[in-house]
């Protein structure tokens, strides 16, 4: 079956650390990922995807993530956070031969001063 | 000019009553959603509609009808609204139909049933 793991419900970071999130999937295609984020009382914010290619791919606000195939891993990284960065974060996967996108239960990040 | 928008922000309302959710896009895209996000921030697919024709309906009780009177707008039609239907609804939109597409959410509806 088509599963999003996101293994970390809450992660508490201070300001200036270093961040990942944890993502992995269970996918019969070949892959479509995504990393969503849901800042307070806002919708959902596209801030990277991987289609195909190098596996590191580069998103909005100083985020990346890595693709390993083997792992079937997509995890969110950046070298250092800002208070702003405090948010709920969303992994999803899909497929070009499907309809939908699957989310994972989300990660809630805080951040510490 | 917003993207992707949804009116109302904010629904109070009892339980029983018949409530509307309307969602417009600019994009262009051919593809609209409702997602309903639960208090503990799950995201669950209810709807999507391709170019006016219903191609997703999860496992969403009849109280709920979604209606696309053009690909630019999707609407969610509530009828006799319980406790459990309060959540945060979100309108997404994306170019096609296909899994590969971003999508671009609006920034949700949040209905609170007394």
């Known amino acids: 079956a088509q599963s999003v793991t996101q293994p970390d419900i809450h992660i508490t970071v201070s300001e200036g650390a270093s961040l990942e999130l944890r993502c992995n999937y269970s996918?019969?295609?070949?892959?479509?990922l995504f990393w969503y984020v849901q800042s307070p009382g806002q919708g959902l914010q596209l801030l990277l995807k991987?289609?195909?290619?190098?596996?590191l791919v580069q998103g909005i606000k100083g985020f990346e993530a890595e693709f390993k195939r083997s792992q079937s891993s997509f995890n969110l990284r950046k070298p250092s956070v800002h208070w702003s960065d405090a948010a709920e974060y969303f992994c999803a996967v899909g497929a070009l031969r499907d309809d939908k996108i699957i989310f994972g239960k989300g990660t809630r990040l805080h951040i510490l001063p | 000019d917003t993207a992707v928008s949804q009116t109302p922000k904010y629904l109070v309302t009892q339980m029983g009553n018949d409530k509307s959710i309307k969602c417009e896009q600019n994009l262009g895209h051919d593809t609209m959603y409702w997602y309903k996000q639960d208090s503990k921030k799950f995201l669950k697919i209810m709807f999507s509609y391709n170019n006016k024709e219903l191609i997703i309906n999860e496992t969403v009780p009849n109280r709920f009808s979604p209606k696309s009177p053009d690909k630019a707008h999707l609407n969610l039609h509530i009828n006799s609204l319980e406790l459990g239907d309060s959540a945060v609804y979100f309108c997404a939109s994306s170019q096609d139909r296909t899994g590969a597409n971003v999508l671009t959410f609006g920034a949700g509806s949040r209905l609170t049933v007394l």
């Open positions: 991987y289609f195909s290619g190098d596996t």
């Open positions: 996918y019969g295609a070949t892959p479509y």
